[in-house]
């Protein structure tokens, strides 16, 4: 499947940024453009191809459950194959989808988890479409209870850390004041829990881009994230040197969502004030930027990615 196009008026040159979530999966990609078309022999190979890659699995379904009509070719998959935990891993990537976008119930996405989930127990995915869910919509003891049912199938699990990330930042309570909030209390205890070469050494910049993010909407922070001492303080450079120490000595080039990773150590280099290690990814990157966080908070991600990368790199 190709690209998005660019918006109105603007032209595709090759280095051009696009925000597609299948990165630089090119199979994932293929099998997505015919799934659109109605054809889902091409995605039940390619699940069967992941195999007990947990990681990868977990990032093809969620991006072909955002289809619009994955949910619909998922259903007839699942009549032709009642038992195959592909196609209702599927289904429940599709409805938390549609839940999340206002076009399904959200009991009725939860129902297509635990279905997916009673067919493949030991699969972290269905678990992972539920934190999707509960992320946006859940209580916190909902939140909580998918992440440990990712975690309790797969520990150092990159996606739902994320979202975990993501969620604890919009927390106000308890500790509370930066630079002491409890997103980095958890981004701290999941460096520390997980093997040396393991990306989720990344996750406190995460944190702390998304406590940007909080912050920024509520009015404490500049819309511009490099005019906000957010990015300069002690503990936003050592979060940073650490990270972007670990990334060159381990690089985690086969791990799918690695440009998630280097779109927030770019984003976070450019706020930095440090042009030439944010030069450095943006060559990794190439033009598979990711919306978040040059989005952060509610701005044009890609003239946010484009500014930022002609700054480091000296071309728009």
């Known amino acids: 499947m190709s690209p998005p196009p660019p918006p109105f008026g603007r032209s595709r040159r090759r280095n051009d940024p696009f925000f597609d979530p299948a990165l630089d999966d090119d199979e994932l990609a293929t099998v997505r453009g015919q799934l659109a078309q109605g054809r889902w022999p091409g995605v039940r190979a390619l699940l069967?191809?992941?195999?007990?890659d947990r990681e990868r699995r977990g990032h093809r379904l969620v991006v072909l459950?955002?289809?619009?009509?994955?949910?619909?070719?998922?259903?007839?998959?699942?009549?032709?194959?009642?038992?195959?935990?592909?196609?209702?891993?599927?289904?429940?990537?599709?409805?938390?989808?549609?839940?999340?976008?206002?076009?399904?119930?959200e009991d009725r996405a939860?129902?297509?988890?635990?279905?997916?989930?009673?067919?493949?127990?030991a699969d972290p995915t269905p678990w992972l479409a539920l934190l999707l869910l509960a992320r946006s919509a859940g209580t916190e003891e909902e939140t909580s209870r998918?992440?440990?049912?990712?975690?309790?199938?797969?520990?150092?699990?990159?996606?739902?850390?994320?979202?975990?990330?993501?969620?604890?930042?919009?927390?106000q309570r308890g500790s509370g004041q930066d630079p002491l909030h409890e997103v980095y209390d958890f981004a701290s205890w999941a460096v520390e829990s997980a093997p040396a070469d393991s990306p989720l050494a990344v996750l406190p910049v995460v944190a702390h881009a998304e406590r940007y993010r909080v912050l920024a909407a509520m009015g404490h922070e500049p819309d511009d994230p490099a005019a906000s001492g957010h990015w300069?303080?002690?503990?936003?450079?050592?979060?940073m040197k650490a990270a972007f120490d670990w990334w060159l000595e381990w690089g985690c080039e086969?791990?799918?969502?690695?440009?998630?990773?280097?779109?927030?150590?770019?984003?976070?280099?450019?706020?930095?004030?440090?042009?030439?290690?944010?030069?450095?990814?943006?060559?990794?990157?190439?033009?598979?930027?990711t919306k978040d966080p040059w989005s952060y908070p509610g701005r044009d991600p890609y003239q946010a990615f484009s500014a930022a990368r002609s700054a480091a790199l000296g071309y728009s």
């Not at 069967?48 to 007990?52: F, K, P, Q, R």
């Open 48 to 52: 069967a191809a992941t195999g007990d």
């Open 110 to 121: 939860r129902d297509a988890c635990r279905t997916a989930a009673r067919l493949a127990p």
């Open 254 to 289: 086969d791990h799918p969502r690695r440009h998630v990773d280097l779109n927030y150590l770019a984003h976070a280099k450019h706020c930095e004030g440090r042009p030439a290690e944010a030069a450095a990814l943006f060559q990794r990157i190439g033009p598979h930027a």
């Open 146 to 171: 998918s992440f440990e049912e990712v975690r309790a199938r797969h520990p150092h699990h990159h996606h739902a850390h994320h979202l975990m990330a993501a969620r604890l930042a919009e927390c």
């Open 65 to 105: 459950g955002e289809l619009g009509s994955a949910a619909a070719w998922a259903r007839d998959w699942l009549i032709a194959e009642p038992d195959s935990p592909d196609a209702a891993a599927l289904l429940a990537c599709a409805a938390v989808h549609r839940a999340l976008d206002g076009r399904e119930p």
């Open 232 to 239: 300069t303080g002690r503990r936003a450079r050592q979060v």
